[in-house]
């Protein structure tokens, strides 16, 4: 039997819809685990457990062989890390896992690797610069500058600062990075990576509101520069595999790109790249499941436009 799992989904309601009609058409239950029993998406599932999240992986192998669970689907950036390092180990009974090699998941995981890797390869990104307390003093130029966790993600922890001395003693111990602002409107480019290293798709969007490092509202963008750089930066990372999303900054002005991340998941945003035609879900599990050769997408849909707001789901108390 092949089940999938959605993996530390929250409240990405919209993303358990897209993975269970994807389920319904193979025949396939939708498995669903998060550390609080009480999440939204946990009534989109076909069958939900609470896990333990202080040992979460052993616990998670071993839901895995209860469940005959044969794809995990990951969500929270936090988790990303420790599935790559247990790809084979989970794969050695069957169970594939829709993300990335560990070597990229690495490099996209840390932004000062995610920079080297950028730079290294001639992709424009913004300079950054590691903060301790023996570079903090010749941190005198390119103000403004944004402050951010070295392995963080979303918009925790990230700041604008116009001068050295606005930066924090916590800031100074390693874990925070000094980046400079790109100009520019900034884009998401959501990318889907087949099993041989191609980019099958790649769709951007420019970020028109941004609540809690997630886009509430957006719209889908041709932009060819956007397009060419996440295809050939998804290319080169070494056994990409699956839904990546990648944040840049596009100047229509001058017409250049800056890279400012690399998400090796599926991101906030990616539903409206589904509504664009972007199918990531169904592509995964055509080839996780059916080991099927995916052909490009180019004509997806552009001027797309998408605007969220917030529901609720009510538990009625039994009778």
């Given at each position: 039997?092949q089940?999938?799992l959605?993996l530390?989904?929250g409240s990405?309601v919209t993303l358990?819809?897209i993975?269970a009609?994807?389920?319904?058409?193979r025949?396939v239950t939708?498995h669903g685990?998060?550390k609080?029993?009480n999440?939204?998406?946990?009534?989109f599932?076909?069958?939900f457990?609470?896990?333990d999240s202080?040992d979460?992986q052993?616990s998670?192998?071993?839901?895995?062989?209860?469940?005959?669970?044969?794809l995990?689907?990951?969500t929270?950036h936090a988790?990303?890390?420790g599935?790559s390092l247990?790809?084979?180990?989970f794969l050695?009974h069957?169970i594939?896992i829709?993300i990335?090699?560990h070597?990229?998941?690495?490099t996209?995981i840390d932004?000062i690797s995610?920079?080297?890797f950028?730079?290294?390869?001639?992709f424009?990104?913004?300079?950054i610069?590691p903060?301790?307390p023996?570079?903090?003093?010749s941190?005198?130029?390119?103000?403004?500058?944004?402050?951010?966790?070295t392995?963080?993600?979303g918009?925790?922890?990230?700041?604008?600062?116009?001068?050295?001395s606005e930066?924090?003693?916590?800031?100074?111990?390693?874990g925070y990075?000094?980046?400079e602002v790109?100009?520019?409107?900034e884009?998401?480019?959501?990318v889907y990576v087949?099993?041989?290293?191609?980019?099958?798709?790649a769709i951007?969007h420019k970020?028109i509101?941004?609540?809690?490092?997630e886009s509430?509202?957006?719209i889908?963008?041709?932009v060819p520069?956007?397009?060419?750089?996440a295809?050939s930066?998804?290319q080169t990372l070494?056994g990409?595999?699956g839904?990546?999303?990648i944040?840049?900054?596009?100047?229509?002005?001058?017409?250049t790109?800056?890279?400012?991340?690399i998400?090796?998941?599926?991101?906030?945003?990616?539903?409206l790249?589904?509504?664009?035609?972007?199918?990531f879900?169904?592509?995964?599990?055509?080839e996780?499941f059916?080991?099927?050769q995916?052909?490009?997408?180019f004509?997806?849909?552009?001027?797309?436009?998408?605007m969220?707001?917030?529901?609720e789901?009510?538990?009625h108390?039994?009778?």
């Amino acid at each position: 039997m092949q089940n999938v799992l959605l993996l530390s989904s929250g409240s990405e309601v919209t993303l358990a819809r897209i993975v269970a009609r994807s389920c319904k058409k193979r025949g396939v239950t939708l498995h669903g685990i998060d550390k609080d029993e009480n999440v939204p998406t946990s009534r989109f599932v076909d069958s939900f457990k609470p896990i333990d999240s202080m040992d979460w992986q052993s616990s998670l192998f071993q839901y895995c062989l209860d469940a005959s669970i044969s794809l995990i689907i990951p969500t929270r950036h936090a988790d990303l890390l420790g599935l790559s390092l247990d790809i084979e180990k989970f794969l050695s009974h069957g169970i594939q896992i829709g993300i990335s090699s560990h070597q990229t998941v690495e490099t996209c995981i840390d932004k000062i690797s995610t920079y080297n890797f950028l730079t290294g390869n001639a992709f424009p990104s913004p300079p950054i610069y590691p903060l301790n307390p023996d570079t903090v003093e010749s941190l005198n130029k390119g103000f403004p500058l944004i402050v951010k966790p070295t392995r963080g993600s979303g918009s925790k922890g990230i700041r604008i600062i116009n001068h050295a001395s606005e930066i924090l003693l916590s800031e100074l111990s390693g874990g925070y990075i000094a980046q400079e602002v790109a100009k520019g409107d900034e884009y998401t480019i959501n990318v889907y990576v087949s099993r041989k290293g191609e980019c099958i798709c790649a769709i951007p969007h420019k970020r028109i509101i941004v609540e809690n490092g997630e886009s509430v509202q957006a719209i889908t963008e041709r932009v060819p520069i956007l397009e060419e750089l996440a295809r050939s930066i998804s290319q080169t990372l070494p056994g990409a595999w699956g839904p990546l999303n990648i944040q840049a900054f596009y100047d229509a002005e001058t017409g250049t790109a800056q890279i400012i991340e690399i998400n090796p998941r599926v991101g906030g945003g990616f539903p409206l790249a589904h509504q664009a035609r972007g199918e990531f879900m169904e592509w995964l599990m055509e080839e996780a499941f059916e080991d099927k050769q995916l052909r490009p997408l180019f004509n997806w849909t552009s001027g797309l436009r998408m605007m969220r707001y917030r529901t609720e789901i009510f538990d009625h108390p039994e009778s």
